[in-house]
């Protein structure tokens, strides 16, 4: 066996710890796991579930029907508010118009009478101004006629004013009312429609349907979900760096993602921690053990990440 001095010694093991650190870095991969952000349907009202319109694994397109809740007692407001909506409607219509017709006619038939009779004490009045002037007629006679012409003519006035009010319908007030109570009826029938659209969910974007939470019979109470969604474009890699290799990596700078028995996949880096932590245990070996470490995220492509899966580990490497 060769001896070396110590110097000798020395260089040969520092070159040594030199080449072998850069190799590891140019072939080391960091460590990771696929991470899914799951969408869970629920409904805001309380209900038994009568329609599940979909089966765990099952792939679906938006707006797909995913349940159905019971609604009899929302169908069942729902026609009441409406019928509620006509009566207002149907009020504030009439407050609008007026008198009836036949109350009207009733109204312009007293006003030609008024007119007649006014026309024939101005005739009288004329004939009782000429037998005064000659003194035939006699003062207190000539006061009835003339009062009279006076009343029969305030008498046409006011019944033409009364036929005005009548063709204007009820007091602004009145209306305002009457409006009101139409638009709070109108905000029931809303707020009915808004139940029974609630009890009925849809997929609010194509996805996996990773489980079904209840079984049809079953009560949902509010709020509970029913159906969880992994849409593709919430499947995503996280995987974690050492403090030194941080500088290295900016948001969206692409990675490559290797996946067991898949070929590479390209993710785009879509948040760095910026908090520090230990590395976590399910990634502890020899090699990075108490390390402290940065998480990363990165998104794929929708279309790439369809058919991955949450928790299958990865190893995730910089793109050139």
Known sequence: MKNYSPAKTALVALAALLFAGCARREASAYQGYLEGEFVYVAAPLAGQLEHLAVTRGARIEAGAPLFALEQSAEVSTMREAAERVRSAQSRLADLRKGLRPSELA????????????????????????????????????????????????????????????????????????????????????????WSIAQKNRAAPAAALVYDTLFRKGEFVPAGQPVVSLLPPENIKVRFFVPEADLVALKVSRPVQVAITGQPPLTAHISYLSPKPEFTPPVLYNRANRSKLVFMVEAVFDPTAARDLHPGQPVDVTLAP
């Open 106 to 193: 009733a109204l312009a038939a007293r006003l030609a009478q008024a007119r007649a009779a006014a026309e024939l004490a101005a005739l009288e009045l004329q004939r009782a101004t000429r037998l005064h002037q000659t003194t035939v007629l006699a003062d207190g006679d000539f006061d009835r006629v003339r009062l009279n012409h006076e009343a029969a003519t305030k008498q046409v006035a006011e019944i033409a004013a009364q036929l005005d009010t009548a063709q204007l319908g009820s007091r602004t007030d009145v209306i305002a009312a009457a409006e009101a109570e139409a638009a709070a009826s109108q905000a029931a029938l809303d707020r009915a429609g």
